[in-house]
């Protein structure tokens, strides 16, 4: 009788080359591809290390080539034989594995497999998404999604190598902790041996993390499940990996220094790209004034330029009663933009309006100036000054909009994507990095009616606006945080934490969190920070994100193995669903009919 181990294989699908001609080998792996050409089989063997062709020749062995006349695709199968060069011409340059062929001398089938719904086979196939993620055992079977999952399982070895390397220390911290106010909505999980208490699954490990450094700690790691309870996107999950780090005596340049360290450490071995270091460095005030957004795309230099001073007299009742309301103007200048048509125009024009814009501005440049359907509104001394102030040129259109201060630049900001996108700005294989830093420290919210953390209560304000928390205005401090931003994404952020117990009281109240509410829900970490805790921050990166974006793709469900729908449902598994009424009970839960 057969055994598994006598089929154990050599080699994998992946790795043999011309220098294995004449070797002996046995592969394992799943029916790619299969052919019958004139009574000769060929069989493309894929296993997660790539794809080896297979020839059964029934002029050499009748029997194994009528067994393989029998498979079909994702059938199982073990086969040995010879390794053959093949012939000049036939040879396959895109595949690692072109140059030779396996002569099968002997066929195991493991198992057969239903009719795939997927077309595994076909790099092209365009099933739905709801298709792939019902298979989706089926369609991680696809080289494309492999090749993924094992590019992150490669990155995050990387990081944890560095990281080690770098003196940090790896500890877990708990799945279920404490409910904790942070911005989303938590995950609770029900407690059976505290009837009525709750669980809740981390958001992050934010103030465990400033725990360890309280403990002595002095640098911590964990490639850390995260899990947040709000709307999804292409680049966002319900439950997600951070590589989240924290350490102490130290400031944000060490911050930076250990951290550019990494990503090019990173991006060098597992990608063969050279970063280049230091990363530019820019405030949140300069990155949401000059590109309109706190994490911008600066693969391509499309500047916004505040240019209300130069309407301060205007005629036109748009810029004056803007102005005159407190809002602001701004403009930025198109590249390549001045034979755009008036339906692109109106589609930019509706483009900005989904995020508050009223209206939208255009004026082409040409030779002797502008010209648009505003122009009659400007003096010819606005006009000189507006092509002075956005160094706009022949070929360029003008873009101006007139509104509040964060609708203004916000709207500018995504304006200034969708003219990258059209006219081809970005070079998709570059990789810009960049640290905004100084963010406000509160953030006026019309939902709540009160003023918020921008990053999350523990955050330092800047050792200047100290002083300010005791003030009327304490809200325009700002923090001793930073993003690290790539592409247009951001896939890292922290801040210098508070590390006295005073200031983090101090940032409650401000935040209307009273005495008792802190100690109810953070009294743990003001009583740790009262026994001495260091000065420390920190930050966690997305990797989901960061893989993502390494692999140039658009969703991070393509580097997930098993991603949730935007309905947070998993199609394979129907999560979540319905329990027994059982399970309930002991619970002491009762659902709403």
């Known amino acids: 009788m057969e055994t598994q181990s006598?089929?154990?294989?050599?080699?994998?699908?992946?790795?043999?080359?011309?220098a294995n001609e004449g070797n002996k080998v046995l592969l394992n792996g799943w029916v790619h591809n299969w052919r019958n050409h004139g009574g000769i089989i060929f069989i493309d063997l894929r296993d997660r290390k790539g794809i080896t062709q297979v020839v059964f020749n029934p002029v050499d062995d009748p029997d194994t080539a009528a067994v393989a006349a029998t498979l079909r695709h994702e059938f199982v199968i073990a086969v040995s034989g010879t390794v053959r060069l093949r012939p000049a011409e036939m040879a396959n340059p895109r595949m690692p594995t072109g140059e030779i062929e396996i002569i099968a001398d002997a066929l195991h089938l493991f198992n057969e497999a239903a009719t795939p719904p997927l077309h595994i086979n076909d790099p092209d196939a365009s099933e739905s998404e709801e298709l792939k993620l019902r298979y989706r055992f089926l369609d991680l079977r696809r080289p494309f999604l492999s090749r993924n999952i094992t590019f992150r399982h490669k990155v995050t070895a990387e990081v944890r190598k560095y990281l080690w390397e770098s003196d940090f220390t790896e500890i877990e911290t708990p799945i279920l902790m404490k409910s904790t106010p942070e911005g989303a909505r938590d995950f609770l999980v029900p407690s059976r041996l505290n009837p009525g208490k709750f669980y809740a699954l981390p958001q992050s490990?934010?103030?465990?993390?400033?725990?360890?450094m309280v403990s002595g700690f002095d640098r911590y790691f964990q490639i850390a499940r995260c899990?947040?309870?709000?709307?999804?996107?292409?680049?966002?999950?319900?439950?997600?990996t951070q590589i989240d780090a924290e350490m102490s005596f130290i400031d944000e340049e060490d911050v930076y220094t250990v951290f550019e360290g990494m990503m090019a450490s990173v991006f060098s071995n597992c990608l063969g790209h050279t970063l280049p270091v230091p990363f530019r460095r820019m405030s949140y005030e300069e990155a949401f004034h000059t590109y309109g957004s706190d994490k911008p795309d600066l693969r391509f230099d499309v500047p916004i330029h505040d240019v209300g001073h130069l309407f301060a007299e205007s005629s036109f009742k748009v810029f004056s009663s803007t102005l005159e309301s407190g809002g602001k103007i701004a403009a930025l200048a198109g590249p390549e933009c001045g034979d755009l048509s008036r339906k692109q125009i109106d589609t930019l024009t509706a483009h900005v309006a989904k995020y508050g814009a009223k209206g939208l501005v255009w004026l082409r440049c040409n030779d002797t100036g502008l010209e648009g359907p505003t122009r009659k509104f400007l003096s010819d001394t606005e006009e000189r000054a507006l092509l002075d102030a956005t160094g706009a040129r022949t070929g360029m259109m003008v873009f101006v909009i007139a509104a509040p201060e964060k609708v203004c630049f916000t709207a500018l900001g995504q304006l200034r994507l969708e003219i990258g996108k059209l006219k081809n700005l970005i070079d998709k294989k570059d990789f810009n990095f960049l640290w905004v830093t100084e963010f406000p420290l509160f953030e006026f919210s019309e939902e709540e009616g009160r003023y918020m953390s921008v990053h999350h209560p523990f955050t330092a304000p800047l050792e200047e606006d100290v002083a300010l928390l005791g003030t009327p205005e304490y809200f325009k401090a700002h923090s001793r945080s930073y993003d690290?931003?790539?592409?247009?994404?951001?896939?890292?952020?922290?801040?210098?934490?508070?590390?006295?117990?005073?200031?983090?009281?101090?940032?409650?109240t401000l935040l209307g969190i009273s005495e008792d509410e802190a100690q109810e829900k953070f009294g743990f970490l003001l009583k740790a920070l009262s026994f001495g805790a260091p000065p420390h921050g920190g930050l966690a990166f997305g990797l989901d994100r960061l893989v993502m974006l390494m692999l140039g793709?658009?969703?991070?469900?393509?580097?997930?193995?098993?991603p949730k729908t935007s309905a947070g449902i998993s199609l394979m598994d129907n999560a979540p669903d319905n329990v027994a009424e059982v399970?309930?009970?002991?619970?002491?839960?009762?659902?709403?009919?």
């Open 205 to 212: 490990p934010q103030t465990y993390k400033q725990i360890l």
């Open 227 to 240: 899990f947040r309870d709000e709307d999804l996107r292409a680049d966002r999950q319900p439950e997600f």
């Open 583 to 593: 399970q309930l009970k002991e619970l002491g839960i009762t659902l709403e009919k």
């Open 484 to 508: 690290l931003v790539l592409n247009g994404f951001e896939v890292g952020g922290g801040s210098i934490r508070i590390h006295t117990s005073a200031i983090q009281r101090k940032v409650f």
């Open 6 to 18: 006598q089929w154990r294989r050599t080699h994998s699908c992946g790795e043999l080359t011309a």
């Open 553 to 562: 793709l658009d969703s991070i469900r393509d580097v997930i193995p098993f």
